[in-house]
C-alpha cells in the first residue's frame, strides 16, 4: 500500500497557462509536481486534483463585467497589455483551476493544518481588471468563500513574493476580517501599492539574515494578536538572488527558514496554513523548482 504523507498536494494539469515564450514559467507547476515524484517526496495518491471555481465563487472577489469578459475573450488591448500575458481559453480555464485549487487548499489546511497548492498565488489581480500576470484573485476568492460556507471567520495573508501584494491590499482594504501582510522589495513592481495592514518595504539587494529579521519582527507579532482562523501563505520564490524580476539577495537557505518561520509560526498560534505558490522567474529554471519544491518538503517536516 502506497505511503501517504501528512500533506495534501493540490494540483491540476491545467494549471498550465499555456504562455509560450515568457518570463512567467507557467509549466513550473508540472514540475514541482513531477519533482516531488522524482525525488520521492510524494507518490501519485498524494496529490488532490480540484474543481475549477465556479463564476459564483468569483463574483465574491471580482465584478460580474469582469468575469464576462475573461470568458468572451472582450479585453481590450490596454486591459491585455497590462494583464502582460496573452490571452486564450486555456489561460482562462488555467485561472478559473488556480482559484478551485486555492479554494481546496484553504479547506484541506483546516482539516489537516497545512495543505499546499502547487500553483495559485495571483495577488496583481483586482476585483475589476487583471496586471501583473494575474487575472484572477485565487487568494481572494477562497477566503471569500470559505467565509461565506462559515468555515472561518478571520484570515491572514502573509505575502512574501518580491513584487507587493496590491490586488490583495486593495481587495480587502478596511475589512477587520482579514489581515493583509506584505514583504517585498520596495523598488519593484508595482509602481501603485495600496497599503495592506503591514507593510515591510525592503531596500534593494537585501539579504538573508536581514530579511528574517524583518520578518519576524512584524509578522510574529501580528499573528499572535490578530488570531486568524487560517494563514494563507503566498511563498513567492522571487526574493532569490537570481531571480530575473527580483532584486533581494536571498539564497536557497535563507528561503527554506523563511518558510520554517511562516508555516510553524502559523501553527504555534493553532492557525492552519494553506500555501499558494506565487511568483518565480529565476535564470535557471530548475532553481524556482527547487525553491518551491522545497516549501512542500518544509510543510511536510512541520506536519511530522
Not at 30 to 58: H, N, Q, S, Y
Not at 119 to 125: E, I, K, L, R, V
Not at 201 to 209: R, S, Y
Not at 210 to 239: Q, S, T
Request: with cysteine.
Amino acid at each position: 500500500m502506497a505511503r501517504l504523507l501528512p500533506l495534501k498536494l493540490v494540483y491540476h494539469e491545467g494549471y498550465d497557462l499555456h504562455l509560450g515564450s515568457h518570463v512567467f514559467p507557467s509549466s513550473k507547476f508540472k514540475l514541482i509536481r513531477e519533482r516531488l515524484l522524482r525525488t520521492g517526496v510524494a507518490t501519485e495518491e498524494d496529490f488532490v486534483a480540484p474543481e475549477p471555481a465556479t463564476d459564483d465563487d468569483l463574483r465574491l472577489v471580482h465584478n460580474a463585467e469582469w468575469i464576462r469578459r475573461m470568458h468572451t475573450g472582450l479585453l481590450t488591448f490596454e486591459e491585455v497589455m497590462r494583464l502582460e500575458i496573452p490571452y486564450s481559453r486555456a489561460m482562462v480555464q488555467g485561472f478559473w483551476l488556480h482559484a478551485g485549487g486555492s479554494i481546496l487548499t484553504g479547506r484541506l489546511a483546516l482539516q489537516d493544518k497545512i495543505a499546499f497548492n502547487c500553483g495559485g498565488g495571483f495577488h496583481h489581480a483586482y476585483p475589476d481588471h487583471g496586471e501583473g500576470f494575474c487575472a484572477i484573485h485565487d487568494v481572494g476568492a477562497a477566503i471569500r468563500r470559505l467565509q461565506r460556507d462559515k468555515l472561518i471567520e478571520r484570515a491572514l495573508v502573509v505575502d512574501c513574493d518580491v513584487h507587493h501584494g496590491n490586488g490583495t491590499a486593495a481587495i480587502f482594504a478596511g475589512d477587520p476580517t482579514v489581515f493583509t501582510f506584505s514583504i517585498h522589495q520596495f523598488n519593484n513592481y508595482p509602481s501603485d501599492k495600496p497599503p495592506s495592514d503591514i507593510d515591510v518595504h525592503l531596500a534593494d539587494g537585501v539579504k538573508d539574515d536581514e530579511y528574517l529579521m524583518h520578518l519576524a519582527r512584524e509578522y510574529v507579532p501580528a499573528v499572535a494578536e490578530f488570531k486568524p482562523d487560517l494563514v494563507f501563505y503566498v511563498a513567492g520564490a522571487d526574493p532569490y538572488f537570481d531571480d530575473q524580476l527580483g532584486g533581494l539577495s536571498m539564497t536557497m537557505e535563507g528561503l527554506k527558514r523563511r518558510d520554517e518561520l511562516v508555516i510553524e509560526t502559523a501553527l504555534a498560534n493553532r492557525a492552519p496554513v494553506a500555501i499558494v505558490l506565487a511568483g518565480g522567474y529565476a535564470r535557471n529554471l530548475q532553481d524556482t523548482v527547487t525553491i518551491q519544491a522545497g516549501t512542500a518538503e518544509v510543510a511536510i517536516q512541520a506536519l511530522r
